[in-house]
């Protein structure tokens, strides 16, 4: 199902030889990625094998173990070629059916699955009574990330069970997902027109030195009805109904044009990182897009950087690569984004047309507890450094994790230890008293972000 990159070593629970969970997230996390980014529909199932543990105490755990064999067997039967069916917990399976049409789909292949399971398994002679219950979610009706469509589908199994139910579809999701998302959807629309959306800048500072030689831009959306929103809230909806490449095209024009005001405001010039979301490449018109951005704006070569997500990345190597290679020779820099989160390959390094890397803020965070990540954080800098990649590292939150990082030679840091992100006028004030060392800008005053003040 999931072409993965060379370097993903499937791993498989040695009891029942069925992929681990893991590895089951892993190849979940891909494949959430191509539905979200071709359509179409993916269902997880969870399912799992009542009063296990009585089977056990009744039986002994050699019955045990051979009846979640034999589940784990009759799961990989009733499966399509393209599904995949892993063990995930101690007396826990899951199915990712991928390219279902309708969540009637999933429900049939559960109900199925239900009935199989009816009978008493015939287990070295003894009759073994064997149920199971199924909790069941959809991507991207429930989630578009897999950790959470998982979460989804194991509190849908908590519930069948409660219910005494053989299974159960995940509730409509609260809030911000589905029962607000339709607002969401409507209000999105006119957000570009009626100049709602906002820039905020972040700096990156010079590990070295202290200057200041960039910032990434994070979208906010002064929504009129619900104040300021961050990104996590409305980008998966303007992925999800195709807004999100008006977005895009409206953050590229205004963090080239943002940049050229502050570089005349302050006499200072600095890299302006966009994010792209996780379908910008499938947009025949990106390259064009961002020439037409750079020129209108007239961006020195070399100005924008473009964060393209590692799993975005290697999700399908072989056609973003060519996209980066072209972006590239419009005169944009690319940037790996999440890095370590998504698995590639160190002969990865050797091919990606990248400028730089962006090692993941949950290193970052780590870094400091634990000898293993700070070494980890070593090794990506030295491998980076050795193919020209420059590294920045993000979410640097101490005084004591920017040190470690000058150790390691780590070109950039970017985090709340230097600055929040902040709007454009501060931003610049912030360049104008900085620029040589950000220590210097500290007495400038971020305004503080609603509601996130209080974040991890
Ligand atoms: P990201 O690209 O990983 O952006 C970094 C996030 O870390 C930002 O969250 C930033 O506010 C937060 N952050 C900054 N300093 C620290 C720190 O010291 N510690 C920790 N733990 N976090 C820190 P934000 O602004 O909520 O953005 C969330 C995500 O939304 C971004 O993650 C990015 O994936 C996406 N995003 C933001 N702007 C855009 C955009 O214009 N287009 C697209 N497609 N996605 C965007
Ligand atoms: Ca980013
Ligand atoms: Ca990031």
Same mark, same amino acid.
């Given at each position: ?16 030889? @069925? ?31 009542? /009063? ?22 009759? !799961? ?34 559960? %109900? ?11 287990? =070295? ?22 950790? %959470? !469509? ?14 005494? @139910? ?20 409507? =209000? ?17 500072? *010079?590990? %070295? ?15 009129? %009805? ?18 999100? /490449? ?38 025949? /018109? ?8 750079? $020129? !209108? ?29 072209? @972006? ?15 698995? *590639? *390959? @160190? ?10 890397? $962006? ?11 634990? =000898? ?5 954080? *070593? ?27 000058? =150790? ?5 840091? /970017? ?42």
């Amino acid at each position: 199902m999931s072409a993965t990159p060379e370097s993903f070593e499937p791993r498989t629970d040695p009891l029942t030889g @069925l992929s681990d969970r893991r590895t089951f997230l892993t190849i979940l996390r891909r494949d959430a990625i191509r539905t979200m980014t071709s359509g179409g529909l993916l269902a997880v199932l969870v399912v799992n094998v009542d /009063q296990f543990r009585r089977i056990n105490s009744v039986f002994g755990f050699n019955v045990g173990d051979k009846t979640l064999i034999r589940v784990g067997r009759m !799961l990989k039967e009733l499966a399509r070629r393209n599904d995949l069916v892993a063990r995930i917990g101690s007396d826990e399976f899951a199915l990712l059916l991928p390219g279902v049409m309708n969540e009637g789909h999933a429900v049939l292949a559960a %109900s199925k699955i239900e009935r199989q399971l009816q009978a008493p398994l015939e287990i =070295e002679g003894e009759r073994v009574p064997v149920s199971v219950t199924i909790g069941i979610a959809l991507c991207p009706t429930h989630s578009s990330h897999a950790e %959470s !469509l998982l979460k989804h589908a194991e509190l849908a199994l908590l519930k069948a069970r409660r219910a005494g @139910l053989g299974y159960v579809v995940a509730e409509p999701v609260k809030t911000f997902e589905i029962a607000d998302t339709w607002d969401l959807e409507i =209000e999105l629309e006119s957000a570009v027109e009626n100049e709602e959306l906002e820039l905020y800048y972040q700096p990156q500072i *010079s590990v %070295s030195d202290g200057r200041i030689t960039g910032a990434e831009a994070l979208m906010r959306w002064n929504s009129p %009805s619900r104040g300021l929103l961050r990104p996590g809230v409305f980008i998966p909806v303007a992925e999800r109904t195709g807004r999100i /490449q008006g977005l895009t095209q409206w953050a590229l024009n205004t963090a080239l044009r943002q940049a050229r005001e502050c570089r005349e405001r302050t006499g200072h010039d600095f890299h302006v990182a966009v994010n792209m979301p996780a379908n910008a490449f499938q947009n025949p /018109q990106l390259i064009e897009l961002v020439k037409g951005a750079m $020129k !209108l704006w007239d961006a020195p070569g070399g100005q924008l950087v473009l964060e393209v997500t590692e799993s975005l990345a290697m999700a399908d190597p072989e056609s973003v690569f060519g996209i980066m290679k072209r @972006l590239r020779e419009a005169g944009a820099l690319i940037s790996i984004d999440d890095f370590g989160t998504g698995y *590639s *390959s @160190l002969s990865y390094f050797r091919d990606i047309p990248a400028d730089e890397l $962006k090692i993941d803020k949950i290193f970052v965070k780590r870094m400091t507890e634990s =000898e293993a990540d700070a070494s980890l954080i *070593s090794v990506m800098v030295e491998l980076a450094h050795r193919f020209d990649i420059t590294v920045v590292a993000e979410g640097v939150e101490t005084e004591e994790a920017l040190t470690r990082l000058a =150790e390691m030679d780590c070109d950039r840091a /970017q985090g709340r230890l230097m600055a929040r992100p902040m709007p454009f006028d501060t931003f610049c004030e912030w360049v104008g008293a900085g620029a040589a060392d950000w220590r210097a800008a500290a007495k400038v005053p971020i305004p503080p972000e609603p509601g996130r003040d209080d974040e991890p």
